[in-house]
């Protein structure tokens, strides 16, 4: 596992130890910064179940601002921070060991809104599309956000989730990837005339 492009390019990062977390691919995720990037101009980006951090820090690597990598798994929360000293962005990035739901209850209390959101729970998690109503709710995403949800590739999340909607979709064998972004004006309107 390594950061694949940007500042820390090349860079070797840890694996939790044992089996509870699995890390995305560098396969899985040089095509996943091939559909919503490649690169960035700043922004905060979250990395919601953070496991290694390998996605927030391929995003800060490639230009994210500012990164916020939360999971409840002390050991993933101590790979985390000697990940983002290897990958040298440490100095842009908090990490806290938290529960999802909590750490999105304190997040919401700072006035931050997310313009990258990475969601890869553990498989046998569904509930993505409540937690990005409730980021919603609370004012985490930015109307221009791009997020990404990982999921068991059997797994069909909605097409619309509040204002969000499905920008793009791939399978990697047993990952399902599936983007959001807000609805604009001319996407809703698009919409709106397509029902009609």
Same mark, same amino acid.
Do not use: C
């Given at each position: 596992?390594?950061?694949?492009?940007?500042?820390?390019?090349?860079?070797?990062?840890?694996?939790?130890?044992?089996?509870?977390?699995?890390?995305?691919?560098?396969?899985? *995720?040089? !095509?996943?910064?091939?559909?919503? &990037?490649?690169?960035? %101009? /700043?922004?905060?980006?979250?990395?919601?179940?953070?496991?290694?951090?390998?996605?927030?820090?391929?995003?800060?690597?490639?230009?994210?601002?500012?990164?916020?990598?939360v999971d409840k798994d002390p050991k993933a929360v101590e790979?985390?921070?000697?990940?983002?000293?290897?990958?040298?962005?440490?100095n842009r990035s908090e990490v806290y060991r938290n529960d999802?739901?909590?750490?999105?209850?304190?997040?919401?209390?700072?006035?931050?809104?997310?313009?990258?959101?990475?969601?890869?729970?553990?498989?046998?998690? *569904?509930? !993505?599309?409540?937690?990005?109503? &409730?980021?919603?709710? %609370? /004012?985490?995403i930015s109307e221009s956000a791009i997020i990404v949800v990982?999921?068991?590739?059997?797994?069909?999340?909605?097409?619309?989730?509040?204002?969000?909607?499905?920008?793009?979709?791939?399978?990697?064998?047993?990952?399902?990837?599936?983007?959001?972004?807000?609805?604009?004006?001319?996407?809703?309107?698009?919409?709106?005339?397509?029902?009609?």
């Amino acid at each position: 596992m390594r950061v694949i492009s940007g500042t820390a390019r090349g860079r070797s990062l840890k694996p939790v130890p044992g089996m509870g977390t699995r890390p995305t691919t560098d396969k899985v *995720k040089e !095509a996943l910064f091939s559909m919503i &990037g490649p690169y960035f %101009d /700043g922004g905060y980006v979250l990395d919601l179940f953070a496991g290694t951090g390998g996605l927030g820090i391929e995003a800060l690597s490639r230009g994210a601002g500012q990164g916020i990598f939360v999971d409840k798994d002390p050991k993933a929360v101590e790979v985390v921070k000697h990940n983002v000293q290897t990958a040298g962005v440490a100095n842009r990035s908090e990490v806290y060991r938290n529960d999802a739901k909590r750490a999105l209850k304190a997040l919401a209390k700072r006035d931050i809104a997310f313009e990258l959101i990475f969601l890869d729970p553990p498989y046998r998690l *569904k509930d !993505a599309d409540e937690l990005l109503e &409730g980021m919603w709710n %609370d /004012g985490l995403i930015s109307e221009s956000a791009i997020i990404v949800v990982e999921h068991d590739s059997k797994h069909v999340y909605p097409n619309e989730i509040g204002p969000l909607y499905v920008w793009k979709k791939a399978e990697y064998g047993e990952i399902g990837v599936t983007v959001y972004r807000v609805y604009g004006q001319t996407e809703k309107e698009a919409a709106q005339e397509q029902d009609a």
